[in-house]
């Protein structure tokens, strides 16, 4: 038994018409023939009745369909997961990201991978953008998603996602209900920010912000997650400017709320920015792991 043989059987098995068979075999009716006769000699019995009008499977071959599909199923994978070895599409990916890429796309991004690449075990780090730069220079990081443009040279990149930051309000606050709000309306009011050591392009954005629209935060809290900076304002102990897909968190106590400030056009024109980052001799040199993975990405990203 060979797995050709396999494949002839289930065709005409659907078939039930050796002429339609051959024809989406892409061959003539006497080898399909011949080779089914050789398939159920090299098992025992007869697969098939046939006469002049017609054909149809026997019991023995209405039992052989389902394990034929399976045996056909297996050399399948058996195949892939050759080659996927021989290209190096097992073992492991180690990749960075900072918390808000969790709202961002990077769940979605990873199921689709995974589902591709069942072998390779993606590992994931969250740290802050500038942790992410050193981890990927010296080589611990395979890729990383950053919300920095200070990118040093060597390194390949994705704009993986941009938006606009938001007010983040605890939920009794009493410009909770507006559409939108004048930034200037927070003033006096007790500021949660990511640390600078964490984020410094949007740490300083922040206070940038809000010097255009009039007035130097009250910055009481720095914190080392976006997420922590959320959670403490649902706490009413703040308010805060975050990026607006932080609003996938459905944090209990907090509203969102966009802002009117304004702003000098390098701001406005660089919003909140996700960068996916990699070392471009990585996937030049030959790492079909991490050049898929970056495939993937640019895939979601053109969705």
Known sequence: MEFRHL????????????????RRLSMSQP???????????????????????????TAAGKAFVPAARSLLDQAAEA????????????????????????????????ARFQAQHPLLRVMLKELSSSEQLIELAHERLDLGFVHTTRVPPGLSQILV??????????????????ASLPLALLQGEPFAVVSRTVSPDY?????????????????????QHWLSVVALVSRGMGVALVPAA???????????????????????????????????????????????????????VTV
């Open 246 to 300: 932080l609003q996938q968190s459905a944090m209990p106590g907090t509203v969102f709320v966009p802002f009117m400030a304004p702003v000098p056009p390098e701001v406005a024109s660089t919003p909140y920015q996700t960068h996916c980052l990699w070392k471009t001799s990585r996937t030049s040199g030959g790492s079909a792991a991490l050049a898929s993975f970056v495939d993937a990405v640019r895939a979601a």
């Open 161 to 178: 996602a941009s938006q606009a930051f938001v007010c983040c309000l605890p939920a009794g606050h009493a410009l909770g209900g507006e």
């Open 203 to 223: 740490h300083d954005r922040i206070l940038q912000t809000c010097l255009e629209a009039g007035f130097y935060p009250e910055i009481r809290y720095e914190l």
């Open 79 to 110: 195949a892939a997961l050759a080659k996927d070895v021989g290209q190096g599409m097992a073992g492991s990916l180690s990749l960075g990201f900072a918390g808000t890429m969790l709202y961002n796309g990077l769940p979605e991004i990873l």
């Open 7 to 22: 494949r002839y059987f289930l065709v005409l098995a659907e078939e039930l018409h050796f002429g339609r068979a051959a």
């Open 31 to 57: 080898p399909l023939s011949l080779n089914i006769q050789q398939l159920e000699a090299s098992i025992g019995t007869r697969l098939f009745t046939r006469n002049s009008k017609q054909v149809a499977l």
